[in-house]
């Protein structure tokens, strides 16, 4: 016969007969009959059982209102800030625009460049 073994102390249930108890360091265990734990664990008391496929999630897609997202660091270890990307975004962008203004200009003398040649 199978047995288990049960801490006198707090009740916890192990496979073998430890030495000291995880739960409460008791030294002193009590060997319980594979078939007296299955009869204490059935019951009306007893939780029911949860299929791992049907847990549904338990939190939201969409953060919190008063969420906050934890600043972003750069390669060398400084923090970026709203005001310091914002402010990268904006150099960028008027060098793009800068060079979409001027790519026709230089598209135009170059055709002229060859055309004369």
């Not at 192990?14 to 204490?40: D, K, Y």
């Not at 791992?52 to 008063?66: C, H, L």
């Amino acid at each position: 016969m199978e047995y288990r073994y049960a801490c006198d102390r707090c009740g916890e249930i192990n496979a073998s007969n430890p030495h000291r108890c995880r739960n409460c360091g008791s030294t002193v265990f009590s060997p319980i009959s594979t078939e007296t734990l299955i009869e204490q664990s059935s019951g009306t008391d007893t939780p029911e059982r949860i299929d791992p496929d049907n847990i549904g999630r338990t939190g939201t897609a969409d953060p919190d209102v008063e969420y906050e997202s934890s600043p972003g660091v750069a390669i060398d270890g400084s923090i970026e800030t709203e005001d310091r990307t914002e402010k990268s975004e904006t150099e960028t962008t008027s060098i793009t625009r800068v060079v979409i203004s001027l790519l026709p200009v230089i598209l135009f003398v170059g055709i002229l460049v060859i055309w004369v040649l």
